[in-house]
């Protein structure tokens, strides 16, 4: 299942932020009375209040906020839209939800939004003693028929798990470091100090391409590894000979290594 992150600067720059633009916390806090329900970062579009305020029609024709959505892998962000969520925090008795009315909301959202990209799932949130119950309920409606969008029912905290923020990610590295360490490593108990410092020359010079591509956390993690691999690697104490060519290399090596402090 691919991670999806938030992306708010597709609902600040959306023609709707300056008639409707809130949080998805000020969006339940209106109908819920508490906030805390999501992170206070994730931004929205106020569905309901762009309906009466700007179209002056009822406010429960739509789906309560569209916020802004990517994948995220590797370290990017793709495939940017909207996603619908309807909270249904409210609901103790699944019993009183209607699919019909659930299918015109986001038919009307949909519409609504045209001409933007929409997620084909759309997400109803419910209390996290109530979800379960609600997840059957839709299930029902769906081997009944009728119901023509994906829906996906969860739990406040399954939401709040769903939707991430990429500065909350994990940094993961486009170069393999265990393989690059294993390699460094061997070099070190193997005593061959010349691979050591033709190993050690390539990464490097590719530390310092990230560097100054500005693809910073790709330097840092190379510059990390490399350093502390040298901390332990004292030219004096091999046993070399001073005049030794592995003796110069190792010194120059290390001596080189000084670009990358930062």
Known sequence: MVQLVCQNDIIVSHPFACHCQATLNDVAAKDYQ???????????LSLDDYEAKVLKGSNDCTMDAAIGIGNYANN?????????V????????????SASSLENKINHSENLLSGHRIDKNNYFIFRDGVAAQAKSWAERKKKEGGVCHVWVVLSVDEFNHLIQFVEDMPYVPNNDLAQI?????????DRNWRGLCEETDYWREKALYYKHRYELAEFEAIRTLLLDTWCAI??????????????????IVKEDLSCLNV
């Open 34 to 44: 508490r906030t805390g329900w999501f992170d206070p970062r994730i931004t929205c």
């Open 86 to 97: 309807e909270l249904r925090m409210g609901y103790d008795n699944v019993d009183n939800l």
């Open 234 to 251: 004292e030219p004096d104490q091999l046993g070399l000979n001073i005049l030794s060519d592995d003796y110069c290399f190792l010194c």
């Open 181 to 189: 360490s294993k390699r460094l490593t061997d070099c070190v108990t």
């Open 76 to 84: 990017r962000v793709t495939t940017s839209r909207l996603m619908l």
